[in-house]
């Protein structure tokens, strides 16, 4: 749609000058009304060409503004301009990076409406997204139709295939029947092939079979990449073989192949497993040294590793070194190190570190529920034991407000230790609201709460006085 010009446009505006333009706004939505003011300037002069459209569609689409890249791509149709195989591919790339894989076979499908017969090319792209976004039958079902429309296998729809079925164990015997095959189609495998594979086969603990390839393609002149070498240490960390991980690190720095930050997460993350988290810290002093930011899974990594050994801390620092860095925690992080000071009896820095996820903007959701409900009543029942009962309640009526469900097992801690205190204020609240909650309490509880009331001066001078009336009435 035309809209009023930004700025004066010289009489003779050539495409060029119209990218040049575009690339240089920052802003899209500016950009795309530069885009539309150089055809309103004139309305007999400049019209939009192959290259401005495509240009401000790859604008449109890197900004996830699919809508309007859609409507520049009929507005090409309209105005019969060329619309190459590259345009509809740009737009479908982008629908997978967003995980919107039906969209892409949605706008594949448009490519036959606007008489661009889709190549091999946009097949085996298609293809891929399917596979990258785990809908397996439907890549299956697209890889069929590319094969019976007459598009003959290459080593790009073939390394695909193979990566699709190393995604499920039951179909890696399929993957590899079909890489045997590759050469006698005329398609020998290449890196990404062996990589793949060997991938696949570390994933479901086949370490000796992927070990076997990775020396195959040594001899076939295909030399192992990071990924390659990655995928192989991690297996090895999986399967407890550190030294043999280790190892590979060694060779792969001798052959001039940089570990990357999933190197060092892998061999962090077996160190951890078999309790040298001494090792993997020195790892980590190492990989920084050489210039590799850690990232999540890394630090992660290493805190449980901490936590598991006791190590609580060193987990801190590491947890602080991370917020230092621009990165931020999650409920799983906090839980390793919130279970982890529970273990030690540490209950109040436990609900110090509770504190700081609240401050920290970290709620309960789908997926982190279940953490939040385990570490906040375990850290409310350690509070008890240790006799913080301010503390304790604190965070029960925090958990109230924010809708964390407690624990029959929470509930009972609480009443038995305020009976014992003597507050039975807070145990007739903490009763009504854990029978508001359908729960009943245990019969060591009940015990314990009947016992305080009747210790009660004013409850039983109530019970002695209800009782003479009781005994007047009946006489």
């Not at 885009?35 to 890197?62: K, W």
């Not at 060092?264 to 951890?272: F, K």
């Not at 630090?299 to 991370?322: F, N, Q």
Request: contains cysteine; glycine residues 6%; positive net charge.
């Amino acid at each position: 749609m035309a809209t009023k010009a930004m700025f004066k446009w010289s009489k003779q505006i050539t495409p060029s000058q119209v990218v040049q333009l575009i690339r240089a706004e920052r802003n899209i939505d500016k950009a795309l009304s530069i885009f539309d003011s150089a055809t309103a300037e004139y309305a007999n002069g400049f019209r939009h060409d192959h290259n401005t459209f495509s240009f401000m569609i790859s604008r449109l689409v890197s900004a996830n503004k699919f809508k309007p890249a859609e409507d520049l791509l009929d507005r090409m149709k309209e105005e019969k301009c060329d619309i190459s195989e590259d345009i509809f591919l740009l737009i479908c790339r982008g629908y997978g990076r967003v995980h919107r894989p039906l969209e892409a076979i949605r706008v594949f499908d448009k490519m036959k409406e606007c008489h661009c017969k889709p190549t091999q090319k946009s097949y085996v792209t298609v293809f891929d997204i399917l596979v990258e976004e785990n809908q397996l039958n439907m890549a299956m079902r697209f890889y069929r139709c590319m094969r019976e429309t007459g598009i003959p296998a290459c080593v790009a729809s073939l390394n695909v295939l193979i990566k699709a079925l190393c995604k499920n164990n039951g179909t890696m015997d399929s993957a590899l029947h079909i890489f045997r095959e590759m050469p006698n189609r005329g398609c020998p495998p290449d890196l990404y092939t062996y990589g793949t594979l060997i991938s696949g086969l570390c994933k479901f603990g086949k370490i000796s079979e992927a070990k076997e390839l990775f020396k195959e393609m040594k001899t076939k002149d295909c030399l192992p990449s990071v990924f390659t070498y990655t995928s192989l240490i991690h297996g090895l960390c999986l399967s407890a073989s550190i030294d043999e991980a280790l190892g590979l690190l060694e060779e792969m720095k001798s052959k001039g192949i940089e570990p990357n930050v999933f190197t060092y997460s892998s061999l962090m993350n077996g160190l951890c497993k078999v309790g040298k988290t001494s090792a993997a810290m020195e790892l980590l002093v190492t990989m920084v040294s050489k210039g590799r930011s850690p990232n999540n899974i890394t630090y992660s990594t290493l805190i449980d590793g901490l936590c598991k050994e006791g190590k609580l801390r060193e987990a801190v620092e590491i947890l602080d070194r991370m917020k230092l860095q621009g990165l931020k925690p999650d409920a799983g992080l906090y839980g390793k190190i919130i279970t982890g000071f529970c273990h030690i009896k540490k209950f109040e820095e436990g609900a110090s570190f509770l504190d700081e996820m609240v401050l920290e903007g970290i709620s309960p959701n789908r997926l982190t529920w279940s953490i939040h409900v385990r570490i906040h009543n375990a850290v409310v029942q350690g509070l008890c034991t240790k006799g913080d009962l301010t503390r304790a309640f604190q965070l029960y009526l925090s958990m109230r407000t924010r809708g964390i469900s407690i624990t029959v097992e929470t509930f009972d801690s609480l009443v038995q230790s305020f009976c014992k205190k003597g507050d039975l204020l807070k145990v007739t609240q903490i009763v009504d609201d854990m029978v508001i909650d359908g729960y009943v309490p245990e019969k060591g509880t009940w015990i314990v709460l009947v016992t305080a009331f009747c210790r009660d001066r004013k409850v039983k001078k109530l019970a002695e006085s209800l009782l003479i009336e009781v005994i007047a009435e009946r006489t």
